[in-house]
């Protein structure tokens, strides 16, 4: 039996190599955005009506899913915190949500009937330098209005 390649051997060896290389090239420039997880509780510790991450960063595309793990909660978009371009949030009361966020920018987040109590939360999507949110435009009750200055602070410390 001889042991020597054929120009046709060693054509799809290279061949079938070249494939490899092109199937691995594009399975890892397709990975799929990531998915991230938004509780919405009655309380954890000592805190009452609260996000499960009051501050979510994530990359453009990547999704939130914004989950009613106690019941009477919803997501929705505080007036004035909400990017050029991306749509208004507004989920319905005990329903899990999945929203992709496309606008780079700072969204603010809130529980209509938990505002009140302090439950917002902030998704900080792609890059955010130079981003600004006037305050003093922003309507909140004044515990709402304390604790988005504090996650505000965070963000830009």
């Known amino acids: 039996m001889d042991k020597t390649m054929t120009p046709r051997m ?3 060896l290279l061949f079938t190599l070249f494939l490899s290389i ?5 399975s890892a420039s397709t990975d799929e955005a990531a998915k991230h997880r938004i509780q ?3 309380k954890s510790g000592d805190k009452k009506y609260v996000f499960g991450q009051e501050i979510t960063r994530i990359a453009v595309g990547d999704s ?3 989950e009613p793990t106690d019941k009477g909660h919803n ?3 505080i007036k004035g915190m909400l990017p050029v371009g991306a749509t208004k949030i507004k989920t319905s009361y005990n329903k899990e949500v999945e929203i992709t966020l496309t606008e780079p920018g700072i969204y ?3 529980c209509a ?4 109590a302090g439950m917002i939360a902030l998704i900080i999507v792609g890059d955010v330098s130079g981003y600004y949110i006037d305050l003093a435009k922003i309507k909140l009750p004044k515990k709402a209005k304390i604790k988005m200055t504090e996650l505000l602070d965070q963000i830009s410390s």
């Open 40 to 42: 919405m509780l009655n």
């Open 108 to 110: 603010g987040i809130k």
């Open 10 to 12: 060693i054509a799809t």
């Open 22 to 26: 092109v199937i691995g090239v594009l």
């Open 64 to 66: 939130i899913i914004f």
């Open 75 to 77: 997501a929705v978009t």
């Open 113 to 116: 009937p938990h505002v009140g």
